[in-house]
């Protein structure tokens, strides 16, 4: 099940993209993948899976804000939400921002946003889907607050569960061998 298919709950509505979104522009540019460094003073952010893509110590390719801003993917549909100084990277990078955090939560929209119901393209651009949709908004800023408390404490739980996951893996991989040796010594 899609999030086109999920039924808003009655107080809820739907709100145009462009109603409450805007996209912005670097004034700096963007750098091509083979400006990347693997230091810098600046990570550079781009479209790519990754949060951060490489480092410049280029100072005219940051981007000059308002922070938050919201990192599209218009090749790749990834999507980053970025509150710290940056250098944009590459082709493809669309820039979004909230119009106003009174009415529409940045986080909000980031966490939506990565669930979106935005059809596959392939490797063309997605952003003319994305002004298409209708965000799902609940009746109060508050309660948009309290979502993304929520979403955010459970993503920690989950985080913290693959880690102790990975640990019991990696000891129970540890201890089969061992296992099978005094099995096999007839140490059992």
Request: glycine share 6%; proline share 5%; hydrophobic share 35%.
């Amino acid at each position: 099940m899609g999030m086109s298919d999920i039924e808003l709950p009655d107080d809820w509505t739907t709100i145009p993209f462009e109603r409450y979104i805007c996209r912005l522009r670097s004034n700096g540019g963007t750098l091509k993948k083979k400006e990347y460094k693997e230091n810098g003073t600046f990570p550079i952010v781009d479209q790519g899976q990754l949060l951060v893509a490489g480092f410049t110590d280029k100072t005219d390719y940051l981007f000059q804000g308002p922070y938050p801003v919201i990192v599209f993917g218009d090749h790749s549909k990834n999507v980053k939400y970025i509150d710290f100084k940056f250098a944009v990277g590459a082709d493809g990078v669309v820039l979004l921002r909230s119009k106003d955090e009174n009415k529409l939560y940045s986080k909000y929209f980031y966490h939506w946003l990565k669930n979106a119901p935005i059809h596959n393209l392939g490797y063309s651009r997605h952003y003319k889907l994305l002004k298409e949709l209708e965000i799902p908004i609940p009746p109060t800023i508050e309660e948009q607050h309290r979502i993304v408390s929520r979403i955010e404490e459970l993503t920690s739980r989950v985080e913290k569960a693959k880690q102790v996951l990975k640990e019991v893996e990696e000891e129970i991989n540890n201890f089969t061998p061992s296992l099978l040796t005094k099995a096999f010594r007839g140490d059992l």
